[in-house]
């Protein structure tokens, strides 16, 4: 899980700010690290909301179970 987050972060947050820090800074380097950081944004934030609720789903699967064997 470190070694991911590191690979997912910290290298692509190196080179975009070594991309940033160029004068002037290539516009197919800006390009390509703005669309990694978008489409990261987008997995994290889809990541995010199918955990909740996927979390959601088990719970509720687990009270229709209850009720269902409590009668």
């Keep these: ?10 290298y692509p947050g190196y080179a975009s700010y070594k991309t ?4 002037p800074a290539s516009e197919e380097d800006l390009e390509r690290w703005l669309m990694y950081w978008s489409v990261l944004g987008c997995i994290v934030g889809v ?3 199918a955990e909740w609720l996927i979390s959601w789903l ?14």
């Excluded at 899980?1 to 910290?10: E, T």
């Excluded at 940033?20 to 004068?23: A, G, H, I, M, R």
């Design 1 to 10: 899980m470190m070694f991911s987050s590191g690979v997912a972060f910290l």
């Design 58 to 71: 088990v719970f509720s699967m687990a009270v229709v179970f209850c009720v269902n064997h409590l009668k």
């Design 47 to 49: 990541e995010y909301v």
């Design 20 to 23: 940033l820090s160029q004068k």
